[in-house]
């Protein structure tokens, strides 16, 4: 199987990042629990990238752990705004530039504020999504925060039962 050259990769390329490739069978709406089994890793280390915006329509990028959801209270706290919402999923692709379901926050279309759960960064090694529907790069969190500088936040709630 040929492995993409995405925009996300050529980035990661370009600040000299070692990374694994997982390929694997993307099915709609099964998220990152698919992703977790197909590769036979925890989803806790599978990094969800979510387009979000507050009240103002300004764009950011949030990245989460695949077994966990955002408190977008918490988070709209912690930026000192009203609101925060997922984007629709056309005005999240277009900010992106990517496909939802292979959004990657490398190499995006429009550069947006990146915002990430804290306790990813202590995990030994991340799976991120490589900038297509079923392909996800395996990585370093030293190298997620090296290349795009999130703001590390608590922001990380269970879902619900």
Do not use: W
Not at 1 to 17: D, F, N, S, Y
Not at 19 to 30: L, N
Not at 101 to 115: I, L, N
Not at 134 to 142: D, E, F, I, M, N
């Amino acid at each position: 199987m040929k492995l993409p050259v995405t925009r996300a990769i050529r980035v990661l390329r370009e600040h000299g990042v070692a990374y694994t490739d997982h390929p694997y069978v993307y099915e709609e709406r099964g998220g990152t629990a698919v992703s977790a089994r197909e590769l036979g890793v925890p989803e806790h280390e599978v990094v969800k990238t979510l387009i979000m915006e507050d009240e103002r329509r300004q764009p950011m990028i949030v990245l989460m752990h695949g077994d966990r959801e955002v408190s977008t209270r918490s988070l709209a706290r912690h930026l000192g705004v009203k609101t925060v919402s997922p984007c629709a999923p056309a005005v999240a692709d277009r900010h992106s530039g990517y496909q939802v379901g292979g959004t990657s926050p490398f190499g995006t279309r429009r550069a947006m504020p990146v915002y990430m759960q804290s306790t990813i960064a202590g995990l030994p090694r991340v799976y991120v999504n490589g900038g297509r529907r079923g392909y996800l790069v395996g990585l370093a969190p030293a190298d997620v925060v090296r290349v795009l500088k999130p703001v590390l936040v608590e922001i990380a709630v269970a879902p619900p039962p």
